[in-house]
């Protein structure tokens, strides 16, 4: 069983900066998919980036360059560092693992970047 709980989100002006964190709760053994992903009002949850153990870090196109996705195995966290915010980037931000095929959630934290 895994738990996920995200912190760092807020309210940040255009081309500001945020970290978010995600702290992984119970064994790690078995996680090879970690990854973050938004919801924007009124809009289908999308991915955001994912590091696999196969197939490295993917980023989706609109946050390349901007976003950054990190891990911390020795404290079981997972960051996602994110420069150059856009209005549009306002969502709530999920951190997700995949382990043994089963797919992991956090609650979520928010983001509201104002123009």
């Known amino acids: 069983q895994v738990q996920l709980v995200e912190s760092g989100g807020g309210l940040v002006h255009s081309g500001g900066s945020l970290r978010l964190s995600c702290l992984v709760s119970?064994?790690?053994?078995?996680?090879?998919?970690m990854g973050w992903y938004r919801q924007a009002p009124g809009k289908q949850r999308e991915m955001v980036t994912l590091?696999?153990?196969?197939?490295?870090?993917t980023y989706q196109d609109s946050v390349k360059g901007r976003f950054t996705i990190s891990t911390d195995n020795a404290k079981k966290m997972m960051y996602l560092q994110m420069n150059s915010l856009k209005p549009e980037d306002t969502a709530v931000y999920y951190c997700?693992?995949?382990?043994?095929?089963?797919?992991?959630w956090g609650k979520g934290t928010l983001v509201i970047v104002s123009s």
């Open positions: 119970g064994s790690i053994l078995g996680i090879n998919v």
């Open positions: 997700n693992v995949l382990k043994y095929g089963n797919d992991y």
């Open positions: 590091i696999t153990s196969i197939n490295g870090t």
